[in-house]
């Protein structure tokens, strides 16, 4: 099978090993946080996703800059569809 050192290497292995020693703090943003505060955040910390908390600290959810993304897209698509040019099939 062509994929079989694949499959072994994520059954086989553990993330310890996987990790680098220059770990940093977990970043997390609270649910009231802004866009903008939470791109800051990710953005300094070289991340792609975080916790976010609540109120009390307990988790709340997890943004991700796809989750960013995607949200950026539906709000510019459906102020101006022409953001998609001129087919507007988003190409």
Not at 10 to 34: E, G, K
């Amino acid at each position: 099978m062509a994929f079989q050192g694949a499959q072994d290497f994520l059954r086989d292995n553990h993330l310890a090993p996987l990790l680098s020693s220059d770990q940093r703090a977990l970043q997390t943003l609270n649910r009231w946080s802004t866009v903008g505060t939470a791109l800051q955040v990710l953005g300094s910390a070289g991340v792609l996703s975080c916790p976010v908390l609540d109120e009390d600290g307990e988790y709340y959810g997890c943004l991700s800059v796809n989750d960013i993304l995607k949200s950026l897209n539906a709000q510019l698509g459906g102020r101006d569809p022409e953001w998609w040019g001129p087919t507007g099939a988003g190409h």
